[in-house]
């Protein structure tokens, strides 16, 4: 089995992990572990470590108010390797008794991007999905996502099959884009696929956002991605988000893939558990990038009861570790006649039981990155439209105005029910409302001012 191996070495190593242009190995970082073949390829990647924001917390728990520190003599370090499946319960046990600066083995899961299971043709086509979200008064009043950087995190994007679906400029920072060791190609060249369609419906609303292409899917090492691709992903993100200057602060994450079976996770209650676990590595990185200014934006998955995937494993609750993470916005899917599809999971979600938080628009004809005529399909829809509303709306109100955490509230609140008054696990608030968000945070500006 692949794992992703927790330690706490010297601070001058932690140190070296950290600093950005040093390209600390598997074999500084953790030497030899025995039973465990390294990955070599993959680069240590630091992980903060929780701090009670009161000086009465506890320091054990994440059920409270916490800070993520990435100092030195805090932050512990990721390293990737393998297992044996018939030593992996014994190892997984051994490992932290016989090293003192082993914290931890975690499961490293195949991911996911989250197509529909649907077979039915488009309903409405992706201008009706901009005239729902209010898109071109947005960019009329210059809420068009310029300045706004939006990583598409999935499975690579072909900016000129967006560009003539679109039928505008598609915006790719090359150099700030990442992907995956052995991962070949040009960031905006890959072949038309499932990121091609995520980076064209996040543009509906944001036309003028910089992408950021981080094709995680692509990993050499599965026909999907592993978990620790995107903890490396995550890791680049935060480098990214530091260098951004901190009064302008404006990254959006969106995410179209997630864990549908727990055939390659720890089983819940496991500590190297991924899927209920707060505490594993990658959730905890999330709630770091999110406290540090990042919205961050999951897919909620489809496997709804009423047309489930037929890769979803989960017999109850399956939204899972990040995609149901209190720190993000999990997206539900509806049609564009405002009716819940299908195939959109319901909650509660296994780390926050109000999951998905919104639902937003899918099953429309759009950029037929899935062949012609064929809809933009899916939660994995859902989700960059969403984050596209989301990084609309940072054009002019960053992380520094609004938190991600009060931006997320705040689309709670403006979102339009569908079901019963307040939150349910169909459609979570409701369906998102971009105009309306803005017109709160007008008021909020004029009267601060």
Not at 4 to 12: E, F
Request: hydrophobic content about 40%.
């Amino acid at each position: 089995m692949r794992v992703l191996i927790q330690l706490r070495p010297a601070p001058d190593v932690v140190a070296a992990v950290i600093e950005p242009g040093v390209r600390a190995t598997a074999a500084d970082v953790a030497g030899r572990l025995p039973g465990v073949v390294l990955d070599q390829a993959f680069a240590p990647v630091a992980v903060p470590r929780p701090v009670p924001a009161s000086a009465y917390g506890d320091p054990l728990s994440l059920n409270q108010r916490v800070e993520f520190s990435y100092a030195p003599q805090d932050a512990a370090v990721l390293v990737r390797g393998e297992i044996a499946d018939d030593e992996l319960s014994t190892r997984s046990v051994l490992l932290p008794s016989a090293r003192r600066d082993v914290a931890g083995v975690f499961a490293d899961p195949v991911i996911h991007s989250t197509p529909t299971c649907g077979g039915d043709g488009p309903v409405g086509h992706w201008q009706d999905v901009a005239r729902l979200l209010g898109a071109p008064e947005m960019t009329v009043e210059g809420h068009d996502g310029s300045g706004v950087t939006l990583a598409i995190v999935d499975s690579g994007i072909n900016a000129a099959h967006v560009q003539a679906h679109l039928g505008r400029e598609v915006i790719i920072d090359t150099e700030r884009s990442w992907s995956p060791p052995g991962v070949g190609g040009t960031p905006g060249e890959y072949p038309v696929a499932h990121g091609t369609m995520c980076a064209f419906d996040a543009l509906i609303a944001a036309p003028r956002a910089t992408l950021l292409d981080i094709p995680v899917l692509l990993s050499p090492h599965n026909v999907a991605g592993l978990l620790s691709d995107a903890v490396a992903a995550y890791a680049h993100l935060r480098t990214v988000l530091e260098a951004m200057p901190a009064g302008s602060r404006s990254l959006v994450i969106s995410n179209s893939w997630g864990l549908f079976s727990p055939g390659q996770d720890f089983p819940p209650g496991h500590p190297g558990n991924y899927s209920d676990n707060l505490a594993h590595p990658f959730n905890l990185i999330v709630a770091s990038l999110d406290q540090a200014g990042a919205d961050i934006v999951f897919s909620a998955g489809n496997c709804g009861r009423e047309c489930p995937d037929r890769r979803c494993g989960f017999p109850d609750r399956p939204i899972t570790g990040a995609n149901s993470h209190p720190r993000v916005l999990s997206v539900g899917g509806v049609d564009t006649g405002l009716e819940r599809v299908g195939y959109s999971s319901q909650g509660p979600g296994r780390l926050s039981d109000r999951k998905p938080d919104i639902c937003a628009y899918t099953h429309f004809a759009g950029s037929e990155a899935n062949g012609p005529g064929t809809p933009d399909t899916g939660t994995s829809a859902a989700c960059p439209v969403a984050a596209g509303a989301v990084a609309a709306i940072r054009t002019r109100h960053p992380a520094t105005e609004i938190s991600p955490a009060q931006l997320r509230t705040l689309l709670h609140r403006t979102a339009e029910d569908r079901s019963t008054l307040g939150f349910d696990h169909d459609y979570g608030y409701g369906v998102i409302n971009p105009p309306a968000v803005l017109e709160s945070l007008g008021r909020h500006t004029r009267h601060a001012a």
